[in-house]
């Protein structure tokens, strides 16, 4: 009797050994899928990011064609009527004088 109870017992053993083993095995196995779920997500967001930074940068250099010197005048001189004065046209005003003490 004593012979079976050890070997029970280190059967017991070594099936408390394999349940701890695939325990671990299991919590590894999960850890490495967040992992790699965190990683796909990062990437995404890089992604995004790369395509948002493309659409700023596509952004910026319009918004440096419409403000440039050249398309003012022109959308001036074809939708107001304007043009650049000529010397004639311009003329200078004095500066207001202030008063002594007063807050400029």
Wanted: charged share 30%; hydrophobic share 50%; net charge positive.
């Amino acid at each position: 009797m004593a012979a079976r109870r050890r070997r029970s017992t280190g059967v017991l053993r070594l099936a408390l050994a394999f349940a701890l083993l695939m325990a671990a095995l299991s919590v590894v196995v999960w850890r490495q899928s967040r992992a790699l779920e965190a990683v796909r997500a990062l990437e995404k967001a890089r992604d995004e990011r790369a395509v948002a930074e493309a659409a700023r940068t596509e952004l910026e250099a319009r918004i440096q064609r419409l403000e440039s010197r050249g398309r003012v005048v022109a959308e001036a001189e074809r939708r107001l009527g304007m043009h650049v004065p000529t010397g004639e046209e311009i003329v200078i005003l004095p500066a207001p004088r202030h008063p002594e003490g007063a807050a400029r």
